[in-house]
Each structure stands twice: as structure tokens, then as C-alpha cells.
T-cell receptor, first 114, second 113 residues
Framework: AQSVAQPEDQVNVAEGNPLTVKCTYSVSGNPYLFWYVQYPNRGLQFLLKYITGDNLVKGSYGFEAEFNKSQTSFHLKKPSALVSDSALYFCAVREQGNDYKLSFGAGTTVTVRA | NAGVMQNPRHLVRRRGQEARLRCSPMKGHSHVYWYRQLPEEGLKFMVYLQKENIIDESGMPKERFSAEFPKEGPSILRIQQVVRGDSAAYFC???????????FGPGTRLTVT
């Protein structure tokens, strides 16, 4: 079975500071990992994904994520947060061999203060 | 290129009524997925459809819930005889093929009174 945990319900940072949103996963085989962002009253927007290759994945809006197989983690990072990054962030996983069923974490609310 | 469209955005139903949620996938996408988000939880997979076919409905409650994706028109998620526990946000996603990124709609927030 596949699952995702986002250990922090909320993350608060000051604008200009680094932002990290944590995600750990559990799968039987190789993972495909995704980050989505949800703004109020909007659908989930795809940020980035890890399928294979480099452990550091770059995505939209200056975000990146690092895949760490030994720690089964896929933390989302941004070197310098903006107020407009305030939103709800979801990590998702699916196992190799399962090519459509995503399992999501409960989400982390990010608030960036000016 | 319009994104995934869902309507209505908000739906209020009394217990026992029927709820119909619609999803129009992105242009060129023939694969549709429905997810449900209960309060304080992540999205949970419900069903995967292609045109005129249900591929996987393993996440659908066995009773009262059904989904379709006809040859013409939007995908419909139908909930009969709604109960308070059905109150949730229902998200639709689409993709051009299996194993591609799923693009999500804005969701329908169902409230059962």
C-alpha cells in the first residue's frame, strides 16, 4: 500500500526566508512523487514531480524538491519565500506499476508574512 | 486552453436528496479521475474513467455513489440519498493518457444539511 505523511499542519515564514514543506512516503516499490499547491477556491496546481534521475527536482514558481530514498522523504523547498506563496501544499505518491491512483497527504498550510 | 471545469462550485442538499457533480476535462484529455477531500484530510481516490468506461472504482462507496463519463458531455458523479457524512470537497482531474500528470479542477463543495 502507498501512503504519504505531511508532519506539519502549518508552516509560517517571513518573506525572503527559506521555505521547507516536509513530506515522507511509504510504498512497496519505487515511488513517483508529486507536489501540488492549492490556492483558496482554486483547484490543485501541479508544481513538480520525481519519477527517476536526479534527486533534486526543479518545478514551477521557483520551487524545488529533494528526493531522499534512505529517508523516504520528498521535501519541498524554496530559497526565498514570497507572500504570494501562501497556500495549501499537498504531497502525493503513486507506486511504480500503479499509473494513476494518487495518494495524498493531509496538506500543509503555508503562511508567508511580509 | 481552459482547464478542468467543475460545476457547481458549491452545492447544498438536504439529507435524502440527490447530488450531481459535473466535470469537463481539459481539451484533448480522455481520462478522468474523481477524488474526495474530507475535512482535515488529504484527497482520496474514488474512481477512474475513460470515455464510456469505468476503469477503477475501488475508492467509491459501494452504495449510493455512481460515476459515468459518456461519449458526449461531462463526467458525472452522482450521489443518491445524501447523508451528512457525504459533505466534502469533490475534485475532478483529467489527463491525456494514463501515467501522465493529472490536472485538477477547482472542486465542488457539497454541504448536506
Amino acid at each position: 500500500a502507498q501512503s504519504v505523511a505531511q508532519p506539519e499542519d502549518q508552516v509560517n515564514v517571513a518573506e525572503g526566508n527559506p521555505l521547507t514543506v516536509k513530506c515522507t512516503y511509504s510504498v512497496s516499490g519505487n515511488p513517483y512523487l508529486f507536489w501540488y499547491v492549492q490556492y483558496p477556491n482554486r483547484g490543485l496546481q501541479f508544481l513538480l514531480k520525481y519519477i527517476t534521475g536526479d534527486n533534486l527536482v526543479k518545478g514551477s514558481y521557483g520551487f524545488e524538491a529533494e528526493f531522499n530514498k534512505s529517508q523516504t522523504s520528498f521535501h519541498l523547498k524554496k530559497p526565498s519565500a514570497l507572500v504570494s506563496d501562501s497556500a495549501l501544499y499537498f504531497c502525493a505518491v503513486r507506486e511504480q506499476g500503479n499509473d494513476y491512483k494518487l495518494s495524498f497527504g493531509a496538506g500543509t498550510t503555508v503562511t508567508v508574512r511580509a | 486552453n481552459a482547464g478542468v471545469m467543475q460545476n457547481p462550485r458549491h452545492l447544498v442538499r438536504r439529507r435524502g436528496q440527490e447530488a450531481r457533480l459535473r466535470c469537463s476535462p481539459m481539451k484533448g484529455h480522455s481520462h478522468v479521475y474523481w477524488y474526495r477531500q474530507l475535512p482535515e484530510e488529504g484527497l482520496k481516490f474514488m474512481v477512474y474513467l475513460q470515455k464510456e468506461n469505468i476503469i477503477d472504482e475501488s475508492g467509491m462507496p459501494k452504495e449510493r455513489f455512481s460515476a459515468e463519463f459518456p461519449k458526449e458531455g461531462p463526467s458525472i458523479l452522482r450521489i443518491q440519498q445524501v447523508v451528512r457524512g457525504d459533505s466534502a470537497a469533490y475534485f475532478c482531474a483529467s489527463s491525456p493518457a494514463r501515467a501522465y500528470e493529472q490536472y485538477f479542477g477547482p472542486g465542488t463543495r457539497l454541504t448536506v444539511t
